[in-house]
């Protein structure tokens, strides 16, 4: 079937692009002697997570347990787990899982050590947590190398766990230097890992001496937010949506059936909320839940009724998990449809 | 069970308020003689919707085809389309579905009328058609008196089609000068219904003299946008979502397990990304896809670890289509669970 037959909105993955940038990114860590594992979130598929690990990746990162049991399911068998997990049912949850894959996970504070070491303890398994560091991202982490490496050597002495190292996110010139401070500081206990990540400074990941791991999630589709950064280039995309126009109410506007139940309302400080590969002058200046409105007045010419389009996304990942499944296609033939496994995995 | 006993983050109506928000809104439009057609995109739930049909209303408003198909499989029978449908697919699915159930739709085209004259004439069917006018809202719609009157009139001459009055979105100031012109030039042909919508312009409906259908979607759960309206009080938000604090990395910022994946990145105008009830002065400053960035400088206190909050999101219609399913409760006892089936039924 070609693309044209699609039902609009459709989200679409060039299945050779797709491998490219796989491949590519792989080859690049490798060359760097630096260990990839892919986050998940943007895909949400497990046989791309296969196609990863089959490609050259230690493993794959998760940011819920919801995903990680999909996954594991599926026959992933090295999982991180780069979240503060609290709470009973979760911390069953993660015993299960590290039961039947090597699991890790990360902690920020001592509250979330103690529970993760009396729930791996009673289990008698041994767990390795990696103690996730702020380095400038103002999200989770602790704020200090002395906060780090205090909580490095509690995470040591407990039952049940194990200490793996330090994580951050995203990679930042902070890295190093406060990485290798909590390091002076830990006594000689070893660090097994030091794990960063992010998409858009992905081509920067051998410059941070102290890294030995790189999580990426966007490097395989790719969106503007990606595309803004450098990091790919336009023919590097291998995501899609593509939509119909449904509407032509002025000579300058035009509405098109996907508005934020497809695209999502992420910015992440862009202006409009995607690109129109057809019209790359157009501005995609609104979004209601099901409606996409377009300002065509800066273009040589406006799309009729019915024409359809090719839209880049502001943020492939929260895309994904609008939609139930992705099609896969090559050549602008429809190969497969993979169902968006890890959709709504939520908890 | 207790809701303190849920996982989270999850998505909680409170059953009592949800019927109470049906039952007073249905009084209301009853008291002014206007038609309740509630939209079901705010719950995508079959259960919902049968409760506001049983409450009074006349159907439901849907504005996909999948919607309509989801919610015709579970006995809803008068259901109200408002959007243009194009190509093949969409129009037989659509005549599929005006075998079974009353269905209408809109247009705001020649090209879309056309093509769906020749799709119900074919099966020998008649459809009632509304014409889309833009009575200020800036998206689909003729845009003056005249061309809904032109479109009216095509409509009422072509085969398999039945003129079904017109409709616009959100109700606004210029809504009974454009209806009142458009019927002056209609040469006598019936305006069967005047089908306005929106929630926070829900108690003025009764001042629009040309409105005898109301279509609201947010009314019944309500959300910070609503509550910014004046439309509902904050004792009237029936859902709610609960979230965990994961990390206090710093002694004002607090991080939930609640990010745009849960809450959504729409911001509809407002400053922050949801209001905590245990913490009114909180601000989330920011979502990533499963975090919540929460500013506490403002508030006396600020949660520990493991803390659970309650929050009402910016828009309670996006929440709802990132959730797998919704836990009706009441008194804070969990009472029910519903799929959401309506979600990702984006085509």
Redesign the interface.
Known sequence: MHIDQL????AIVDLDRLEANIARFQAYLDEHGIANRPHI?THKIPAIAHMQVDGGAVGITC??LGEAEIMADAGITDIFLP??L??A??LERLVALTRRVNMSVTA??E??VQGLSQAMAQAGLELPVLVEC?TGG??????SPEEAAALAKLIDRLPGLHFGGFMTYPNSPQLDPFIQEAKKLLDGLPVERVSGGSTPFMWQAHTHKELTEHRAGMYIYGDRYTLKSGALQLDDVAMHVIA?V?????AT?G?L?SG???L????LGLDGHGYILEYPQAKIVGL????G?VDFSACDSAP???ERVTIIPNHC??VT????EIVGVRNNTVELTWPVAC??A??
Chains 1, 2 share one sequence.
Not at 321 to 324: D, E, K, M, Q, S
């Open positions: 039902e609009t909105p459709v979130k940011q819920k979240y503060n609290l709470g049912s979760k920020d504070s509250v979330v702020d103002g999200r989770c982490g602790v704020q119909t449904v509407s032509r109410p002025t506007r509405i059936d934020s139940k497809t999502s309302s992420d910015l209601s839940e099901e409606h409105n009729a009724i019915g990942c929260v998990n609008l939609f139930n959709r709504g939520l908890q």
